[in-house]
């Protein structure tokens, strides 16, 4: 089983930037893809970005491009996600998933494990 602990979230100011964290653990692997994701009441999961852990192909979604970048830390087995120009519509609580497979997918329905995710608040 794989293990997904986020952490990072908070509360912070228009504009500000925030740092997310996923540490694996467990029967990991290494032919996987990362994904963050965010989700705020009453509204389906979204994607805002995904890693190939192997050939480190990153990918956004528009709405965070520029914005928001995803990368990882190989020997920590960590991926993040760094947030910068926050704007109030991004709070939501943010989670980390892994799927199998080099493969950029932001369907959520495609991975396998998640985490618990982190709470992100963005006042105006």
């Known amino acids: 089983q794989v293990q997904l602990v986020e952490s990072g979230g908070g509360v912070v100011q228009a504009e500000d930037s925030l740092r997310l964290s996923c540490a694996i653990s467990?029967?990991?692997?290494?032919?996987?893809?990362m994904g963050w994701f965010r989700q705020v009441p009453g509204k389906e999961r979204e994607f805002v970005a995904a890693l190939t852990w192997i050939t480190n192909a990153p990918a956004h979604a528009n709405s965070v491009g520029g914005r928001f970048a995803i990368s990882k830390d190989t020997a920590e087995n960590t991926v993040y996600l760094q947030m910068n120009s926050l704007k109030p519509e991004d709070s939501a609580v943010y989670y980390c998933?892994?799927?199998?497979?080099?493969?950029?997918?932001?369907?959520?329905?495609?991975?396998?494990?998640w985490g618990h995710g982190t709470q992100v608040t963005v006042s105006s």
């Open positions: 998933a892994a799927r199998h497979g080099q493969i950029l997918s932001s369907d959520y329905r495609q991975y396998e494990y």
């Open positions: 467990g029967r990991t692997f290494s032919d996987r893809t």
